[in-house]
Nanobody, 122 residues
Framework: QVRLVESGGGSVQPGGSVTLSCSAS????????MAWFRQVPGKRREGLIA???????SYADIVAGRFTASKDNANNTMYLQLNNLKPEDTATYYC????????????????WGEGTLVTVTS
């Protein structure tokens, strides 16, 4: 059974950083498509960044220069480092995975974690 578990959320001050983790199990993590999404309160969930294996495949414009994704295949964990955070980055961040071809941050995902909340506030 595929399982994705996010962690690392919390409260952070504007300009600060936080690293989110997504622990994956139940599929071939080394080759699976994994992605990060977020949902700002009152808005639709949006894709941020996708990776296939250890390779970055695509990312949204809002990611450039501030967010970085990485994977530790040995530990079946994907990370999302959020830098220079702004209040508008307050959201629930989700890890997702896709077992079909086509790995992009806008692709439909097959599996989802429950999310971790990041609150940016002074």
């Amino acid at each position: 059974q595929v399982r994705l578990v996010e962690s690392g959320g919390g409260s952070v001050q504007p300009g600060g950083s936080v690293t989110l983790s997504c622990s994956a199990s139940g599929f071939t993590e080394n080759t699976a498509c994994m992605a990060w999404f977020r949902q700002v309160p009152g808005k639709r969930r949006e894709g941020l960044i996708a990776m296939h294996g250890s390779s970055l495949t695509s990312y949204a414009d809002i990611v450039a220069g501030r967010f970085t994704a990485s994977k530790d295949n040995a530990n079946n964990t994907m990370y999302l480092q959020l830098n220079n955070l702004k209040p508008e980055d307050t959201a629930t961040y989700y890890c997702a995975a896709r077992s079909r071809p086509g790995c992009t941050y806008v692709a439909a995902m097959d599996y989802w974690g429950e999310g971790t909340l990041v609150t940016v506030t002074s």
